[in-house]
């Protein structure tokens, strides 16, 4: 533990002002300010000595009250689909998961906005986790780094941004972005700053259950393209398997996700579909789906359910979830089946849960018995 102030995460507003915190002269605040964010995101350098643009004094000044540091990184697993899953940790008993899923044309990351999750969505299993806190937008911003560090994505190892591994941000990890709004926005922004990071905001996805009331602030402070987690067409379903719908139902998060700005044939909503065998997955429910976002640009991603130890539900029959991907697709909208990737090292969505957890109730069991 030490009391220095870590760099990544602070807004360009919080870097300046830690700066001059720091000691660095007023004057030159800007354009130190500019050089680090530089140094951190663009060169992806976590130690000031490298800071070559700095004079060798002020490097020294800032090493003593500031750091550009990256969490501890507990495990990371290798699928073999290529997909990678992180787990890290920020504290004790801090830890989330972090998803790189590289396709052909392009490599997702998926990263976590809370450790646990407050929703308790019935066919998820981060939903089974209790939450334990937000993230804040430094631990947010650090999935990123961690991802490109191992990905060896900076400009020393050969990588710009033509060459770039990830080329798209998804918020779909644990937790829900829209309840950790701030450090959520103060991320993303961070995310697509285009002297640093500059992953441009129409390939980063906000997911959210449906947060009604944060949909157009997210909208005009974030920018960043919308996912919907919808997964059922009406009420009394939606109420059991995403409860949040009992707050903030159907009609009013569509009417929501109407008024998003911005949104157009090239900036389309995404609205996720997880399959569910007999409970969501009907011609009816596919029509209505239809019928509810009629007018709406959209595309629908439809998610083979992933099965998790004592879930509650079974994924519908492949030929199912065709059936409904072609009436939706008929009515003139893109309805790809998303391929489940990553299910060997459980990095699918849905699946995510640290190991941490599950190991700390075994330990827990093992001090008990030996207690008893
Ligand atoms: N809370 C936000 C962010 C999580 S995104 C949200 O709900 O959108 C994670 C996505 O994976 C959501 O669409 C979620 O509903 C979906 N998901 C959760 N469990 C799943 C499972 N077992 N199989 C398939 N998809 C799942």
Redesign the pocket.
């Known amino acids: 533990m030490n009391d220095k102030v870590n760099l990544i995460g602070l807004t360009r507003q919080g870097l300046i002002a830690a700066l001059g915190a720091a000691g660095l002269p007023e004057r030159s605040l800007r354009m130190r300010a500019s050089q680090i964010w530089n140094a951190a995101y663009v060169q992806g350098l976590t130690d000031f000595s490298g800071i070559t643009t700095l004079a060798k004094d002020a490097r020294a000044t800032l090493a003593q009250h500031l750091e550009i540091a990256r969490p501890e990184v507990v495990t990371e697993q290798l699928s073999a689909d290529g997909t990678r899953k992180w787990l890290l940790r920020f504290g004790p008993g801090i830890e989330v998961e972090t998803v790189f899923i590289p396709e052909e044309d392009r490599g997702t990351l998926?990263i976590s906005?809370q450790v646990g999750?407050t929703?308790t969505?019935r066919?998820?299993?981060?939903?089974t986790q209790k939450l334990v806190r937000n993230l804040t937008a430094g631990e947010i911003v650090a999935q990123v780094m961690i991802a490109k560090d191992a990905l060896r994505e900076w400009p020393r190892a050969g990588r710009n941004a033509d060459t770039r591994a990830i080329t798209n941000i998804?918020?779909?990890?644990?937790?829900?972005?829209?309840?950790n709004f701030e450090n959520v926005r103060d991320a993303i922004l961070i995310l697509a700053d285009g002297e640093g990071l500059s992953l441009s905001k129409r390939r980063i996805t906000?997911?959210?259950?449906?947060v009604v009331p944060m949909i157009a602030r997210a909208g005009e402070e974030i920018g960043s393209m919308l996912?919907?987690?919808l997964?059922a067409v009406r009420d009394e379903i939606r109420d059991v398997i995403?409860p949040?719908n009992k707050k903030y139902p159907i009609r009013e998060l569509v009417a929501a996700v109407r008024a998003y700005p911005g949104l157009s044939n090239a900036r389309r909503v995404t609205w996720?579909?997880?399959?569910l065998k007999g409970v969501n997955d009907s011609n009816a429910d596919a029509k209505e789906l239809v019928r509810l976002i009629q007018g709406i640009p959209s595309k629908i991603?439809l998610?083979?359910?992933?099965?998790?130890p004592g879930?509650p539900?079974a994924?519908s029959d492949w030929e199912r979830i065709e059936e409904f991907a072609e009436i939706v697709n008929r009515a003139g909208y893109a309805s790809p089946i998303?391929t489940?990737r990553g299910r060997d090292i459980m990095a699918?969505?849905?699946?995510?849960k640290s190991e941490s957890i599950k190991l700390r109730a075994k330990e827990r069991l093992a001090d008990e018995a030996g207690a008893g």
């Open positions: 998926c906005s999750c929703l969505c066919f998820c299993h981060t939903g998804v918020m779909m990890g644990m937790g829900e972005p829209l309840y906000l997911s959210t259950a449906g996912a919907i987690s997964h995403v949040l996720e579909y997880v399959m991603n998610i083979p359910f992933n099965p998790w879930a539900y994924c998303r489940p699918a969505c849905g699946q995510l």
